[in-house]
Each structure stands twice: as C-alpha cells, then as structure tokens.
C-alpha cells in the first residue's frame, strides 16, 4: 500500500450509516478513496458518485454472500459494525445478540471478503473497543463480546500473515456516539476517532488507539508482555 493506506483504494465499511462508520466514509473519501462501500441495514443516500451503498446487516448470511458477489475488488475491509446494550449477564439472549454482530459478524464478513482482499494483499480493520482488555461492567456482554473479537483479530493476523494481509485492532475508548450517549463521561468525536484509525493503518500499528483515554494504553502495549505473547504463539504455524 501506498503511504496514505486510503489514497486511490477501495474500502468497505460496515455500520456505515451513523457514529465512528459514517465518519470513516466521509474521511476516506477525504483521503482520497477510489471507491467506499457503505455497508448499512437500512438504505443510505450519499452525494459522492464514489459511495457505493450496500445492504449489509452483519448477522444475515445471505446479505453478506450477495455484498461480497458484488464487489470484485477491495483492498480495506472495515469491520465497524456493532452493538453495545447494558446489562448485567442475567439474560443470556442478550450476549448472544452481542456475539451475533461483534464477533460472528466480524468473522463471517472478513471470511466473505477474503478472495478479494487476498488478492490485492489489502487490509482488515476491526473496530474493537478499550473494553477488549478491561470489561466494562454495565455492559458485561458487551466486553465479552469485544474481547472475543480482539482474539479473533489476533488469529486473523496470524493466519493471514502469509496471504500479505495486514490485519489490526481498533482499541477505542469512549466515543461520542448514539451507543454511548448514556455514559457521563469524556469522550472523543467520531470524526477524530476515523482520522486516528487511518493513520494507525498508514504507520502499520497494529493495535490502534484512537482517543485521549486509549492512547493512555499505547507507550506500554508494543514492547509488554501481551504483545511478546501474541507473536510467541503465533510463531507456532511456522513450527
């Protein structure tokens, strides 16, 4: 990929329509995006003839086979799509709805994507959160959710290694969106958040922190024990 990771590339986003999806759009395509895909459950009008849109809801296998049969190339695929709700692990159908779109719909996309993204030996990009490493109690199946997801994008980057597949974590902390507006606390803007996430793909990091909150996390992550583990164990396929 060229310098700026967007510049002249074709990107999917998924969750597109609102919140941290909608501002990676907009920012893509102020990067200079050949083509967006804006994969969303409901439809989405956009001015800029480089939009695509895509009738994408991440726990419909059907709708994914059909996105993925119409886009021929693709060189980023951003994983956004999510659900947070606040619970308290009483009902178990509501961590199961969680781990329908963070992580199932995480997995069955990127699987869907794969053909085209190993062809141009692109990127995939999953939109985590904080949440991944330290749960969040009033949202419990929301963390849960998110930490699978993290060790899902760890495998990922293991085992697409070989492919030329880039694969990174978004490990956002709190974001001024519809699914946090009941959180009385500092956040970042989306709009903020798009533009980190581009420039942690353009510097190859490959776990991103987008936000005051997260960044806190970064000085220690690429040289601590967690990473050093990740890249021990998955030296273990070239065993």
Known sequence: ???DPIANRSVLITGANRGIGQALVEEALRRGASRVYAGTRRPLDHPDERVT???LDVTDDAQI???AKSVDTLDVLINNA???E???LGDRATLERHLAVNLFGTHATTQAFLPQLTRSRGAVVNVLSAAALASVPVSPAYSISKAAAFSLTQSLRALLSPSGIRVYAVLAGPVDTEMSR???IPKATPESVARAIFDGVAAGDEEIFPDP???ALKPGWTAGSVKALERQNAALLAT
């Open 213 to 215: 909150l997260s960044a």
């Open 182 to 184: 009941d959180l009385d």
């Open 82 to 84: 999510g659900l947070l």
């Open 1 to 3: 990929m060229s310098e």
């Open 65 to 67: 086979e059909i996105a």
């Open 86 to 88: 606040y619970d308290d």
């Open 53 to 55: 849109t895509l009738s």
